[in-house]
């Protein structure tokens, strides 16, 4: 009797032992695209994107600083399509799309409004108070993915899909609510790779499927610790 209690037990810790958690993946991911070496490395960084869209082609200018904040604009013809800022406390966001102004956000709802444009958003998780949940596995394109749902302290969720091989975060899922209804967002992500000053790896490719149809985002450039001031980040 023993003997069977003591081999049940064996065979629960081994299996527990097999049992991934998010933990686990979100590690996995951090330690592949070398953020967990090299991040701290990093005071700012400027990102250079440009966007098609059935509507045409735009430009977007992204500056970040680490304690995080950040800025962005979207151009198209020299004319700013979007801009939006977080300056740590505070997140504003203008648009020329439909006046789909927003009023500003503050607090625990800036932070959390914000939080994704962190390239490095998964180092911060628990600091930010989000949970993370290994959810079942989901497949495409035949890959078992690992997907991590990850709830921020207003209880919004996103779901992150990692490649079990890779260890790459290949796509994330998120439900937004607007005037005109909730709809979910998926964006794929494709060619991670770095760029000259940083050994992490970047997703240069991002696809979205909208309501205005198929969106193809590419980074043309990434330049790191550029001295950005605080007037970078200045709302007024």
Request: hydrophobic content about 35%; aromatic content about 10%.
């Amino acid at each position: 009797m023993k003997l069977k209690f003591f081999v049940i037990l064996l065979l629960a810790v081994n299996i527990a032992k097999g049992q991934k958690s998010a933990q686990d993946v979100i590690k996995k991911y951090l330690d592949v695209t070398n953020i967990s070496k090299s991040s701290a490395t990093i005071t700012d960084l400027v990102i250079s994107t440009t966007t098609e869209t059935p509507r045409g082609v735009s430009e977007t200018e992204t500056k970040i600083a680490f304690p995080f904040k950040y800025s962005t604009s979207m151009f198209s013809n020299g004319m700013e399509l979007m801009s939006s800022k977080f300056d740590g406390e505070t997140f504003v966001m203008k648009s020329n799309w439909g006046n789909n102004n927003q009023e500003p956000k503050k607090g625990k709802e800036a932070i959390n409004e914000s939080a994704r444009a962190n390239p490095f958003v998964e180092l911060e998780y628990e600091k930010l108070g989000f949970t993370t949940t290994l959810l079942p596995s989901e497949s495409f394109e035949g890959i078992n993915y690992d997907v991590i749902e990850i709830k921020d302290t207003d209880g919004k969720i996103s779901k992150d899909y990692f490649n079990p091989t890779t260890g790459f975060k290949d796509r994330t899922s998120v439900t937004r609510t607007s005037p005109r209804g909730t709809m979910e967002i998926t964006t794929v992500f494709e060619n991670y790779k770095a760029f000259k000053g940083s050994d992490i790896l970047f997703p240069t490719i991002r696809k979205q499927k909208t309501q205005m149809g198929e969106m193809s985002t590419e980074v043309q450039s990434i330049k790191f610790n550029k001295g950005l001031k605080p007037k970078d980040f200045e709302i007024k």
